[in-house]
């Protein structure tokens, strides 16, 4: 399944992992399929909470994908008590790029297609580095303060203000 040749990460983590078919589990979601090692993807790194691995359309050199291992709706589904989450899920997006010696963390791009725009409606934080190498469709799917992308920081805020009067 996974090497240690040319370009593969040097650390590779099998899921040990198995949501199942129960409770976080969505059965039509491809996410938690990939999750749940149902579909044959490498997957990078797995915990109870996120799990990430490659997008199978790359974006960028590095472009991986880190979601919550149990199934959860896309970005508008999501509360204040979902802060935490996201916070985990951009840290081990910096793991990842890190293990994978993208070591220029000012050149990379976090964030999360706003629905209707998402391909998928399990809620996925896009990696991808070096940014400065995005061609001109991915500069324009991964477009900050667009309406089709937010950034983890832009999604933060919002769920950071969410509950506050107006």
């Known amino acids: ?67 919550p291992t149990r199934h959860v709706g896309n970005c508008k589904s999501l509360s204040k008590e979902h802060v935490s989450l996201v916070e985990k899920m951009v840290e081990i997006g910096m793991e990842i790029l890190q293990k994978n010696n993208v070591l220029d963390l000012s050149d990379v791009r976090f964030g999360f297609h706003w629905p209707p725009f998402c391909s998928v409606s399990h809620l996925h934080l ?4 070096p940014a400065s190498q995005m061609g001109f469709m991915s500069r324009l799917f991964y477009r900050p303060n ?13 769920l950071n203000s969410k509950g506050e009067t107006n």
């Open 126 to 129: 896009h990696v991808l580095a």
């Open 146 to 158: 667009s309406y089709w992308f937010v950034t983890a920081d832009q999604l933060i805020q919002q």
């Open 1 to 67: 399944m996974a090497t240690n040749e040319g370009s593969e990460p040097a650390n590779v983590y099998i899921s040990k992992i198995n949501v199942g078919q129960g409770e976080g589990y969505d059965k039509k979601c491809i996410f938690c399929k990939v999750v749940n090692n149902e579909m044959g993807t490498e997957i990078l790194h797995v915990d109870e909470e996120v799990s990430c691995f490659r997008d199978i359309k790359p974006g960028a050199p590095h472009h991986y994908l880190v979601v």
